[in-house]
């Protein structure tokens, strides 16, 4: 796999209210780049593998849509958006030309390749044990703690059995908390937007 570390660049948001229409299907993004202003505060944004995963759901279309809508906006935001060296052994086994394809999504972002540190899989193992993830989906938990180790805003994911579920970041954070880590948001793309 071609290596997908960048150097992070370009903080810009949509500017829109809540509950606002968007059209997913403006294939170049036009819309969204015409209302995007930069914001004060720039985040550290972490991808997680099933973002990319939905760049090519065929049986999800709307997430797909979301899902294409958000890796143009990465293009034009100033929020600094990494990846872990956990995304690309996830993606490595994926058929092709699906892997290829998401490679090459991923490559079109100024991103940052994290390494997976073994004090991040020591967290992994806390959330592990606290059962908020179930064992046999440790990489999910891997995911989180690798961007709370390194100290990131968001977790970005469409996880949402395992991740993007408000019960169980209160629980991560409460791990977080006890062992001396920030606290972490895990949100779907849809919601980065609109944040």
Known sequence: MASLGKTAAPACHAEH?????????DPDGLKLVKKARERENEMKLYI??????????ADAPEKRQVTVAFFEWLKICRDEVFISKLVEEELRPAP???RGRMTAALNE???????VPAAASELADFYLSAGIVPVRFK?????????VW??????????????????K???????????????????TPEEVMDL
Request: aromatic residues 6%; glycine residues 6%; without cysteine.
């Open 17 to 25: 209210g809540h509950g606002t229409e968007r059209n997913w299907s």
């Open 48 to 57: 997680e593998t099933s973002v990319p995963n939905f760049l090519f759901a």
């Open 96 to 98: 092709e030309p699906k």
């Open 109 to 115: 972002i100024p991103l940052k390749v994290l390494e």
């Open 139 to 147: 990489n999910d938990a891997l995911h989180v703690a690798t961007a």
């Open 150 to 167: 390194h100290r990131l805003d968001i977790v970005v994911s469409w996880n949402m059995k395992h991740l993007v579920n408000v019960r």
């Open 169 to 187: 970041v209160a629980r991560i954070n409460e791990v977080n908390g006890r062992h001396g880590f920030p606290l972490i948001r895990i949100h």
